[in-house]
């Protein structure tokens, strides 16, 4: 199939659900800022070249916002992602296992940047946000915990507060496979757990999620943002975005990893 094509069926044939979550916004050195309740619902039309996605955020204080946007296959599904309606520097890269990323296409000095990269599990779904502000410095994390069968989720805790440590040691191995900014998937190859990224600051959210990015990010400098999951305690999901030194995207794996 057309990778075009195949980015676009592999958005639909995953993430069309009603995923009921929990937002937990932190700053810069880890401190919770704000947590809020959601629902983001995505549904399509029969043919599935339409999408509806609709975006309800539940505060603490009682009052709600929404946000909605529509995508249709041949408007918005684009040779290096899938276009995003909110923030046009941004495209969707799928894999067929519902892991994705939205990722913005080019890091600019003065403009903000940030990533949304996806894990997936049978009726979970989590995605972390990592953003920078104008002058590429850290900015905030956010760990979005869903669940497609419902609200209070049997799976996910209500802890919000991040840990000061997690173990990731040991022989994790598995299978990656990586996408490019032409939205090529390569065959699956043998993997290793990646974390100890020098120059970077690890954030161990509640869970098993785990943030590991820099600081700083600048063009002239390539650098990584990666994150994984302890789906359980001997399986883990990992997602590694890459951009090189111009500051484009590069590639987003997804490492699939069993405790040896």
């Not at 954030?203 to 990010?217: E, H, K, N, T, Y």
Request: aromatic share 12%; hydrophobic share 35%; proline share 5%.
């Amino acid at each position: 199939m057309d990778p075009q094509e195949q980015n676009w069926k592999n958005l639909t044939a995953k993430h069309l659900r009603d995923w009921h979550g929990i937002w937990t916004r932190y700053d810069a050195q880890g401190e919770v800022t704000e947590s809020f309740r959601s629902l983001r619902s995505l549904s399509s039309d029969r043919a599935q070249t339409k999408i509806a996605h609709r975006n309800l955020y539940m505060y603490p204080e009682g009052n709600t916002e929404e946000k909605s946007w529509e995508y249709n296959q041949g408007t918005h599904s684009l040779p290096d992602g899938q276009f995003n309606p909110a923030l046009s520097t941004m495209r969707g890269v799928f894999l067929a296992s519902g892991h994705a990323g939205w990722v913005t296409t080019q890091l600019k000095t003065d403009s903000y940047f940030g990533a949304e990269l996806f894990f997936m599990h049978e009726d979970l779904r989590h995605s972390v946000v990592i953003l920078y502000d104008e002058q590429g410095n850290l900015l905030r994390t956010v760990n979005i915990r869903e669940d497609a069968a419902g609200f209070p989720s049997q799976y996910w805790s209500t802890a919000l507060q991040q840990l000061p440590d997690r173990n990731l040691s040991g022989n994790w191995q598995g299978t990656s496979v990586t996408i490019t900014p032409d939205l090529n998937i390569s065959e699956p190859v043998p993997s290793k757990l990646h974390w100890n990224w020098e120059g970077h600051h690890a954030f161990f959210l509640p869970d098993g999620v785990s943030i590991s990015c820099p600081d700083r990010v600048i063009v002239g400098t390539p650098f990584i943002l990666a994150a994984n999951w302890l789906v359980t305690p001997s399986d883990m999901h990992e997602l590694i975005l890459k951009y090189d030194e111009s500051g484009a995207f590069y590639s987003l794996t997804l490492d699939l990893l069993h405790l040896i």
